[in-house]
């Protein structure tokens, strides 16, 4: 018994002891590289941190300069587009920053004045050489139409995005309408209704089926005469403002005299002699001096 207690110890202080040693060449082996690992992911976790952090910083300053920019009452086209060359990438900024752009240079040929320009209340420029020319218009048309292609483009595809992509189409069937080309409008709203119908966007398909139908009336080119060749317009008739009369007003006769005939009474006219009073009417003003009545 007492020998088997012996084995029994000495085998449990082998197994031991192997154990232990093994562990310790373990250790010897592979705590660097753990200790490397596991500094390289705590370094690894801290820059992805201070990565999102700034990624995050850059989408809130994109979007706060691309708000004041846009706010203003006659946003620069050029300042919209510079914002979205700098923060191109960053979420929908460059998106939204080319339509809103693009809708200035579109609204700029409307109007007929350069973007930006002080324009008074009463609709007149205080500064004649803002009006646009001809060849202002054309270079406005054409700017609009290459940014709204650039969002249209870059947008394709990509979910999420599918209002600006509609938006920008929108656009380019607006400026083909401002050019008189029915045919290249109607091309963009059926690429619009191939893109929403039967989709979550299906109000845009019955907006541009209800504007492909409005193009007929781009056909007929309606005429702007010049002055030379209107007609004269007739002379303007002399106006002549009649007198104005005083009005007349009813002079109730007093009591006792006659009734106005309309004419004045000549001053040499007799006086109307008063009218004696009836005996048989008169009523008492003293009660004393009243009879009594006969019993």
Not at 56 to 82: D, G, I, M, Y
Not at 88 to 102: E, I, K, N, T, W
Not at 247 to 268: F, Y
């Amino acid at each position: 018994m007492d020998d088997r207690q012996r084995q029994i110890r000495e085998g449990a202080g082998q197994l031991e002891s192997r154990l232990n040693q093994e562990f310790i060449e373990f250790l010897q082996k592979w705590s660097m590289p753990l200790l490397i690992v596991v500094a390289l992911g705590a370094v690894g976790y801290a820059g992805w941190t201070r990565y999102k952090k700034a990624e995050t910083e850059k989408v809130n300053v994109a979007f706060q300069e691309l708000e004041s920019v846009s706010n203003s009452a006659n946003p620069s086209p050029e300042s919209l587009a510079r914002v979205a060359d700098d923060y191109d990438g960053v979420r929908s900024v460059p998106h939204l920053a080319r339509l809103a752009a693009a809708d200035a240079h579109l609204r700029a040929v409307r109007l007929g004045v350069k973007p930006g320009a002080d324009v008074k209340p009463d609709g007149s420029l205080t500064n004649a050489a803002d009006a646009l020319t001809e060849q202002d218009v054309v270079e406005g048309l054409s700017r609009a139409t290459q940014l709204y292609q650039r969002v249209a483009e870059d947008t394709a595809g990509k979910p999420g995005m599918a209002t600006l992509r509609i938006s920008a189409i929108y656009g380019l069937a607006a400026i083909a309408e401002s050019r008189a080309l029915p045919d290249e409008a109607q091309r963009n709203y059926e690429l619009i209704v191939s893109i929403t119908d039967g989709g979550p966007y299906e109000p845009h398909a019955k907006v541009a089926r209800a504007r492909i139908e409005s193009l007929k009336a781009l056909d007929s080119k309606v005429k702007v005469f010049s002055k030379a060749e209107l007609p004269e317009l007739p002379p303007m008739p002399d106006l002549v403002t009649p007198p104005l009369e005083s009005p007349k007003v009813d002079v109730l006769p007093a009591e006792g005299s006659a009734a106005p005939s309309g004419k004045a009474p000549a001053a040499d006219a007799p006086k109307p002699e008063p009218t004696a009073p009836d005996p048989t009417k008169a009523t008492p003003t003293n009660p004393a001096q009243t009879e009594p009545a006969p019993k």
